[in-house]
Nanobody, 116 residues
């Protein structure tokens, strides 16, 4: 079982930026981020594949977010710029040993609150 540890959440003013980090204890084929706002279902934010570096973004963050990886540190980052109050959510790091399909590994989540 791979452990995922997130960091970097907090309180940010609207229009600001935030970078989340997720360190994995073992190997994965892909890693990503989901988020869950109060009263809403968990939703996909972004994903990156270790081999080849393919990337996907949700439309809600596309153009103002960057997901990146550090192979040496086995860590994935999510930078979100121009934050909006609707970005407020618990952000979960996720990983999986396969290229597609359900995500197997989940972090504990980190709170991001964007004030207006």
């Amino acid at each position: 079982q791979v452990q995922l540890v997130e960091s970097g959440g907090g309180l940010v003013q609207a229009g600001g930026s935030l970078r989340l980090s997720c360190a994995a204890s073992g190997r994965t084929f892909r890693m990503g981020w989901f988020r869950q706002a109060p009263g809403k279902e968990r939703e996909f934010v972004a994903a990156i594949w270790w081999s080849g570096g393919a990337i996907q973004y949700a439309d809600s963050v596309k153009g103002r977010s960057t997901i990146s990886k550090d192979n040496a540190k086995n860590t994935v980052y999510l930078q979100i710029n121009t934050l909006k109050p609707e970005d407020t959510a618990v952000y979960y790091c996720t990983g999986d040993p396969r290229a597609t399909g359900p995500w197997d590994y989940w972090g504990q989540g980190t709170q991001v609150t964007v004030s207006s």
